[in-house]
């Protein structure tokens, strides 16, 4: 009897793990990628030859009539999960996901000026990059996007701070925030070639002592728009960064892009951007910068290249940084 009962509940797991692996689609992809790098003449490069391997899990299954996704980006040779989303497809009503680092909401539209290969800020030097907008980051955030009458919303919240362990607390400072982003294409207007994306977002500043004409969120704006004509787009961004205290300083950022397709293969661009920090106690600031990129895809093989220059770099008068990058990758 006992032999019998242990050759039903094999049985029965068996099954089990067959309805579940049947359940999901898993996938696997990658790509490894070598770089050379060098910087300005005031630093040192060290070796300029690097590599890293990026590796994507990615799995879907129907869940009650609906389609369930998760995706587990590594990057930088297995040094640890990078990036992680969890998302459910309801159909009509839009996709709801949460997500550990994918980027959700007005992140997503922070540049989206054309380029070949890397944004014109990538790989300079600064704390931060000025200017980019997103309140609600890519970590520990709930994403809701949907799609209507050509428009699509992507909004973005979370709870508490940005930073989240992986048991589901909050660690760290910070407040609440939440943003979103509107993008569309020409279409509805009759205008082909057309695309355009706007924003908007805020964060809780917490509770602080409150003086005259001082608020206590931080608020972010940004719009921009594509135009296609063949082979050539050209680009505007706008955004605006108010940081909602009387000794915080407040930037606007505009930027333009132009990017061609020579042929199926090559592609070249060209971008500069400006941004501005309103110092509430010392002069204004304009930060200046350009870049130049190309790149060139052979099947599964790509060599881009990137040339960066800025000055009065992260709100600092007189200084100057630039960044060149070869990078030769292998998509498998």
Same mark, same amino acid.
């Given at each position: 009897m006992d032999?019998?009962?242990?050759?039903?509940?094999?049985?029965?797991?068996?099954s089990?793990?067959a309805?579940s692996?049947?359940?999901a689609?898993?996938?696997?992809s990658?790509?490894?990628?070598?770089t050379?790098t060098?910087?300005d003449t005031t630093?040192?490069?060290?070796?300029?030859?690097?590599?890293k391997?990026?590796?994507s899990?990615?799995?879907?299954g129907?869940?009650?009539?609906?389609?369930?996704?998760?995706?587990?980006t590594?990057?930088?040779?297995?040094a640890g999960?990078?990036?992680a989303?969890l998302?459910?497809?309801?159909?009509?009503?839009g996709v709801?996901a949460?997500?550990?680092? !994918? +980027?959700? /909401?007005?992140?997503?539209? *922070?540049?989206?000026?054309?380029?070949?290969a #890397?944004? &014109?800020?990538?790989g300079?030097?600064?704390?931060?990059v000025g200017?980019l907008v997103?309140?609600?980051?890519?970590?520990?955030?709930?994403?809701?996007?949907?799609t209507?009458g050509g428009?699509?919303?992507?909004?973005?919240a979370?709870?508490?701070?940005g930073a989240s362990s992986t048991?589901?607390?909050? !660690? +760290?400072g /910070?407040?609440s925030?939440? *943003?979103?982003?509107?993008?569309?294409?020409? #279409?509805? &207007?009759?205008?082909?070639?057309l695309?355009?994306?706007?924003?908007?977002?805020?964060s809780?500043?917490?509770q602080q002592t409150?003086?005259?004409?001082?608020?206590?969120?931080?608020?972010?704006?940004t719009?921009f728009?594509?135009?296609?004509?063949?082979?050539?787009?050209?680009?505007?961004?706008?955004?605006?960064?108010d940081?909602?205290?009387?000794?915080?300083?407040?930037?606007?950022?505009?930027?333009?892009? &132009?990017?061609?397709?020579v042929?199926e293969?090559l592609?070249?661009?060209?971008?500069?951007?400006?941004?501005?920090?309103?110092n509430?106690?010392a002069a204004?600031?304009?930060?200046?910068?350009?870049?130049?990129?190309?790149?060139?895809t052979?099947?599964?093989?790509?060599i881009?290249?990137?040339?960066n220059?800025v000055?009065?770099?992260?709100n600092?008068?007189?200084?100057?940084d630039?960044?060149?990058?070869?990078?030769?990758s292998?998509?498998f």
């Open positions: 032999n019998l009962k242990k050759v039903g509940l094999t049985a029965l797991a068996g089990l793990a309805v692996a049947n359940a689609e898993m996938s696997v990658g790509a490894s990628v070598l050379y060098t910087e630093e040192v490069t060290g070796n300029p030859f690097g590599m391997t990026n590796l899990f990615t799995a879907s129907d869940v009650n009539g609906m389609t369930v996704s998760y995706m587990q590594s990057k930088d040779q297995f999960m990078s990036s989303r998302s459910i497809d309801m159909g009509d009503m709801l949460f997500d550990q680092g !994918s +980027g959700s /909401g007005l992140a997503t539209i *922070d540049d989206k000026t054309p380029t070949a #890397e944004e &014109i800020w990538d300079l030097d600064g704390l931060t200017g997103g309140t609600a980051g890519n970590s520990g955030v709930f994403n809701y996007i949907r209507i428009v699509t919303f992507n909004g973005a979370r709870r508490g701070s048991d589901g607390s909050s !660690s +760290g /910070g407040q925030a939440w *943003d979103f982003a509107l993008t569309g294409s020409g #279409e509805m &207007i009759g205008v082909d070639g695309s355009w994306g706007a924003g908007y977002g805020t809780d500043g917490g409150v003086t005259t004409g001082q608020e206590s969120d931080t608020e972010h704006f719009g728009l594509n135009y296609s004509m063949g082979p050539v787009t050209i680009g505007y961004q706008e955004s605006h960064i940081t909602g205290s009387v000794g915080g300083v407040n930037n606007t950022t505009e930027a333009f892009g &132009i990017a061609v397709a042929n293969n592609s070249i661009s060209y971008g500069e951007r400006d941004v501005e920090y309103s509430p106690s204004d600031v304009i930060e200046s910068g350009e870049g130049i990129a190309v790149s060139y052979m099947g599964s093989m790509k881009a290249g990137n040339r220059e000055a009065n770099n992260d600092s008068a007189g200084t100057n630039e960044m060149t990058e070869i990078a030769v292998f998509a």
